[in-house]
């Protein structure tokens, strides 16, 4: 089990993502909770990203929002959340 961290930015964008889609507060948690894994489930189509993202990782928390975040040993920190629009930009 990795140790979980979060950006300032991720903690607003978070906030604001819940407040407007309270319906995935418990999907977004359980998210995050299985990511914090050695191993990830399919249905997250976790990927490598590539240009300003390069080093990151994107994982689909629905068909529209993807949560992208950063491994380094030991520890995941998210980085940002929203729609690919938004998080990939």
Request: hydrophobic share 35%; charged share 25%.
């Amino acid at each position: 089990m990795r140790r979980l961290l979060t950006t300032p930015r991720f903690d607003r964008r978070l906030e604001t993502f819940l407040k407007r889609h309270p319906e995935l507060t418990a999907t977004v948690h359980r998210a995050m909770t299985v990511l914090t894994g050695e191993r990830y489930p399919a249905n997250f189509r976790t990927h490598k990203l590539g240009g300003i993202l390069k080093g990151c990782l994107g994982a689909s928390i629905s068909f529209e929002y993807r949560i992208v975040f950063v491994l380094s040993p030991g520890t995941i920190c998210f980085i940002d959340i929203g729609t690919h629009d938004e998080v990939y930009r």
